[in-house]
């Protein structure tokens, strides 16, 4: 999740308890219980956003945002409103390149 004002970020780690009926929405919604950084609780995210820069509204089943993965574990980007896919993209990719939180995600 990043702040497009202040560029701040926060990484969460979700468990659904029903992955494979899980839609977006539930993703969403463990978002507002669980982010602790001030300037993205006043955020609200609407749709999450792959690698390649693929939206997954609420109403999407998670396991299509999730489908022809290599890896058990990916990372969604939550899309707040006013911020386009591509904008979302550009203040993302720093921080998923950074090797310190590469290390951390494979950590995990």
Not at 33 to 47: M, R
Not at 79 to 86: A, D, I, P, Y
Request: with cysteine; aromatic share 2%; glycine share 6%.
């Amino acid at each position: 999740l990043v702040d497009p004002e202040t560029l701040r970020f926060e990484l969460l780690q979700l468990d659904l308890e029903n992955p494979q009926e899980a839609k977006v929405s539930d993703v969403l919604d463990q978002i507002k219980e669980s982010v602790t950084e001030p300037a993205i609780q006043a955020l609200e995210f609407h749709s999450l956003v792959d690698r390649k820069g693929g939206q997954f509204s609420a109403s999407t089943a998670l396991a299509k945002a999730l489908t022809n993965r290599k890896r058990s574990k990916d990372i969604l980007v939550g899309l707040s409103k006013g911020v386009t896919t591509e904008h979302c993209g550009r203040l993302a990719r720093p921080i998923l390149g950074d090797s310190k939180v590469l290390g951390m995600l494979q950590s995990n």
